[in-house]
């Protein structure tokens, strides 16, 4: 059965372009043009993803993300927003709130494409069962999606999870910023290299007990960052 994508966005030639890539691309397509068209859609259809354009009438993107992220039975559908906003801050609160991808306009629609199949390997592949990762006090689990230190647990976002987790797979191994927006993320994001630094900055102000002299995460200088493995 083919994986159904619904495509939201007010902009009926952007709705044609990407649906036609899609469609031709062996996806079944749902369209909406407003936030309360695309929340009921999401509800009554249950899409195996949501391309999310922000600038919306009535609820936004933001909003349905949200409400998305809170619904029990719909926290698990994955999300790429669509946008002209092109600031890094958004990019990262877009992230943070659940986003599993963020695609900036202009776009090719080869690339969001192979975005969504990214993002759909992700979420749905066939992978070993999650097992318990340990690294010095930080104890992971992905099945749960919970982190403890020391015994007490740790809240996370997303992003900052998903770091972690790429941190504790290989520890001592020293990630360049690239390389860890592409294992957390699941795709390399053009530009938002810098952007590492912030998630790492939030990282070890949850997990270190001196943020300026890390014991865990450590900067590698002229690389990008490891995950001290006996710390």
């Known amino acids: 059965m083919a994986q159904r994508v619904l495509v939201v966005d007010d902009d009926r030639q952007i709705v044609r372009l990407v649906r036609a890539y899609l469609e031709q691309s062996g996806f079944e397509v749902l369209t909406a043009s407003d936030g309360e068209t695309?929340?009921?859609?999401?509800?009554?259809?249950?899409?195996?993803?949501?391309?999310?354009?922000?600038?919306?009438?009535?609820?936004?993107g933001w909003e349905i993300t949200r409400i998305l992220r809170s619904d029990p039975s719909l926290?698990?559908?994955?999300?790429?927003?669509?946008?002209a906003?092109?600031?890094d801050t958004d990019k990262i609160v877009g992230l943070e709130l659940g986003a599993d991808d963020y695609v900036t306009k202009p776009f090719n629609p080869r690339e969001l494409v192979a975005r969504?199949?990214?993002?759909l390997r992700r979420v749905g592949g066939a992978e070993p069962p999650p097992r318990l990762l340990r690294v010095g006090g930080i104890t992971l689990d992905p099945d749960r999606h919970e982190v403890n230190l020391?015994?007490?647990?740790?809240?996370?976002t997303p992003t900052e999870f998903e770091l972690l987790r790429a941190f504790m797979e290989e520890p001592d191994h020293a990630?360049?910023?690239?390389?860890?927006?592409e294992r957390a993320l699941g795709y390399t994001y053009e530009g938002m290299e810098r952007t590492v630094d912030s998630h790492i900055k939030n990282l070890r102000r949850k997990l270190e007990e001196d943020p300026r002299r890390p014991r865990y995460i450590q900067t590698v200088y002229g690389v990008g960052y490891r995950l001290k493995g006996d710390a």
């Open 85 to 87: 906003r092109v600031e």
């Open 150 to 156: 020391d015994g007490r647990p740790v809240d996370l």
């Open 116 to 119: 969504v199949r990214a993002v």
């Open 38 to 60: 695309a929340l009921h859609t999401i509800r009554s259809e249950r899409p195996d993803l949501v391309v999310l354009d922000l600038m919306l009438p009535g609820r936004d």
């Open 75 to 83: 926290v698990g559908t994955p999300i790429i927003m669509l946008t």
């Open 175 to 181: 990630f360049t910023r690239g390389e860890l927006i």
